[in-house]
């Protein structure tokens, strides 16, 4: 078995996916790997670019679905096809910085009650290169995330490592673990089955190893233009709470959970100045005697008049 695979999903990404490749087929390890990189069915010539690298890289191995597919499907092809120990999973359109996979593969390696570890990354603009923040770092709940944290963090808290910063063991349900009915959010959900199959802890591994690009045709960006978009993204977060219930988690980790999703997302349409959708997601975030923190107590409370709400909280909200 090799050590460890690299998992990359494209979808038109034709501009992006040769810099990705690049930075992950150059990387110095010593140990072998593999770059396993999927096309889901691309409109553009995603597919011929990474064709044209596998001759200068022979631990490149590109693939293609027979047709537009979805992230769910193209993750399980790439699992499937995986032969490492260890799995890292990059979006097709950010980059991995030296010293990544050797990183990540000596942290598992000498930490064997952990089942998933991550890095720092830089969040940058694509248009101007400029670091816009640290993902991890500036989460705008990263002060309850310990060093060593484990799946109830990811249900509680929120997705504080970033998709393209994780490194994985492998178990044996590996294509259990991907939620094909979420429609938006898979990495969340993923890793929160990864680390309960898995059994172990949720690991940050201290320096800044990958870039994640914001662009117009990102995550992020195709989210702020549909609101109905983020309303389901709300859903497959609260399935990936749901999800925790058959492995035994108690009902109060996976309410709490839920809760705090419907408190970001109210602050997500605060944000975008959004009230009425603000209104109604922190009603439906608490009976008013609970609440996640301060933050969300001032939000309920406060909910009438939002500005205020915003003035108070405008710089620690979620992205």
């Known amino acids: 078995m090799l050590k460890l695979s690299v998992l990359v999903p494209v979808y038109n990404l034709a501009v992006f996916i040769e810099p990705c490749l690049h930075s992950l087929l150059s990387q110095q390890t ?53 032969r490492g120990e260890y799995l890292v999973y990059v979006d097709g359109d950010d980059l991995a910085l030296p010293g990544k996979l050797q ?17 720092e990354a830089e969040v940058f603009d694509s248009d101007t290169n400029k670091i816009l923040r640290h993902y991890s770092r500036d989460f705008y709940n990263a002060k309850y995330i310990p060093q060593r944290a484990s799946y109830e963090h990811l249900i509680r808290y929120g997705c504080f490592p970033n998709a393209s910063s994780i490194a994985f063991r492998r178990h044996e349900h590996l294509t259990d673990a991907v939620d094909s009915k979420c429609k938006i959010i898979l990495d969340h959900p993923w890793h929160i089955l990864n680390a309960l199959y898995g059994g172990g802890s949720v ?64 602050l997500y349409f605060l944000k975008l100045r959004d009230d009425e959708r603000f209104q109604r997601f922190i009603n439906l975030s608490t009976d008013g005697d609970w609440f996640f923190d301060a933050r969300h107590q001032l939000a309920w409370r406060q909910q009438l008049t939002p500005s205020i709400v915003a003035g108070s909280l405008l710089g620690a909200l979620p992205s």
């Open 30 to 82: 010593n140990f072998s790997y593999e770059v396993i990189a999927v096309d889901d069915g691309s409109s553009d010539d995603s597919y011929r670019r990474m064709q044209a690298l596998t001759a200068v890289y022979p631990h490149l191995l590109v693939l293609q679905n027979a047709q537009n597919s979805g992230l769910a499907y193209t993750q399980q092809h790439l699992l499937k096809r995986a």
């Open 103 to 119: 990183t990540l593969a000596d942290y598992l390696d000498t930490h064997p009650d952990c089942s998933l570890c991550y890095h």
């Open 203 to 266: 690991d940050f591994v201290a320096g800044v190893f990958g870039r994640y690009r914001i662009h117009s045709n990102s995550f992020g960006s195709q989210t702020k233009r549909s609101a109905a978009r983020r309303e389901q993204v709300l859903e497959d977060q609260l399935r990936a709470c749901d999800n925790a219930k058959a492995f035994g988690v108690s009902e109060e980790v996976i309410t709490a959970g839920k809760r705090h999703y419907y408190f970001a997302t109210a």
